[in-house]
């Protein structure tokens, strides 16, 4: 199922949708489809289209967007919420749990995100969720290369895909630590799985929540999960 087949039929389009996966995947597919959508160049300069990235949504962003959500189309062509999260409080999401129901007619919210697992399940069942692999296979950042790795060749992985690349922030950190979680689950048989590889998921579930924590250490977390996982 493509990514036009889903999202981008005018005339079908939900109201609400949750992208998970790699961030500028979904950025780089919603840019494309709006313009021609909305029949414009520069997305930034129309009034009918809202886009932020937060690291931390909070009650206070819920608030903001319910009242721009209130107001009507400039265009009349419906307005567009593009929100990339991180990480977003409890509080924050039950704010938002009727407007993500019952939006004003012709109003659609995008939200992307690394893993559903940040949002509430009440928050989940009003939103369409589509999933999109984090890092194609063979990628530098391929779960299942670092797998492979012994443990100097992983430190040294770390070093230099993330601890000296100042390019690289929290969310593509995560992003790695999801996809480690994807591709060893993958391999492992769920129905025999040892107590190693339940360990293994266990730990790769907790950093995911260690992470999201902005004063979290990323070396740390990172070089135990180099230490743990099994090749």
Same mark, same amino acid.
Request: proline share 4%; hydrophobic share 40%.
């Given at each position: 199922?493509?990514?036009?087949?889903?999202?981008?039929?005018?005339?079908?389009?939900?109201?609400?949708?949750?992208? $998970?996966?790699?961030?500028?995947?979904?950025?780089? &597919?919603?840019?494309?489809?709006?313009?021609?959508?909305?029949?414009?160049?520069?997305?930034?300069?129309?009034?009918? $289209?809202?886009?932020?990235?937060?690291?931390?949504?909070?009650?206070?962003? &819920?608030?903001?967007?319910?009242?721009?959500?209130?107001?009507?189309?400039?265009?009349?062509?419906?307005?567009? !919420?593009?929100?990339?999260?991180? &990480?977003?409080?409890?509080?924050?999401?039950?704010?938002?749990?009727? @407007?993500?129901?019952?939006?004003?007619?012709?109003?659609?919210?995008?939200?992307?995100?690394?893993?559903?697992?940040?949002?509430?399940? @009440?928050?989940?069942?009003?939103?369409?969720?589509? @999933?999109?692999? !984090?890092?194609?296979?063979?990628?530098?950042?391929?779960?299942?290369?670092?797998?492979?790795?012994?443990?100097?060749?992983?430190?040294?992985?770390?070093?230099?895909?993330?601890?000296?690349?100042?390019?690289?922030?929290?969310?593509?950190?995560?992003?790695? $630590?999801?996809?480690?979680?994807? @591709?060893?689950?993958?391999?492992?048989?769920?129905?025999?799985?040892?107590?190693?590889?339940?360990?293994?998921?266990?730990?790769?579930?907790?950093?995911?929540?260690?992470?999201?924590?902005?004063?979290?250490?990323?070396?740390?977390?990172?070089?135990?999960?180099?230490?743990?996982?099994?090749?």
């Amino acid at each position: 199922m493509s990514i036009n087949e889903v999202l981008f039929q005018k005339d079908k389009l939900h109201h609400a949708y949750l992208l $998970v996966g790699d961030r500028s995947y979904w950025a780089d &597919s919603l840019k494309t489809e709006l313009k021609k959508i909305l029949k414009v160049e520069n997305l930034s300069a129309c009034p009918d $289209v809202w886009w932020l990235a937060y690291d931390s949504f909070g009650v206070k962003d &819920s608030h903001n967007l319910i009242e721009k959500e209130a107001r009507k189309s400039f265009a009349g062509q419906g307005r567009f !919420f593009i929100l990339e999260i991180s &990480s977003i409080t409890p509080e924050a999401q039950n704010a938002l749990l009727k @407007t993500l129901e019952e939006p004003m007619s012709d109003t659609h919210f995008f939200i992307i995100a690394r893993t559903a697992d940040i949002f509430l399940p @009440t928050v989940r069942s009003r939103m369409l969720i589509i @999933t999109q692999n !984090f890092f194609p296979e063979g990628s530098p950042r391929d779960g299942a290369k670092f797998l492979k790795l012994d443990l100097p060749d992983r430190l040294d992985f770390i070093q230099k895909e993330f601890l000296k690349n100042k390019d690289i922030g929290k969310s593509e950190i995560i992003d790695f $630590v999801i996809d480690l979680e994807k @591709t060893l689950r993958s391999k492992v048989n769920m129905g025999k799985i040892t107590k190693d590889e339940e360990i293994s998921l266990f730990e790769l579930e907790k950093c995911q929540h260690y992470l999201q924590n902005p004063r979290s250490s990323n070396r740390l977390i990172l070089e135990h999960l180099a230490l743990i996982l099994p090749n």
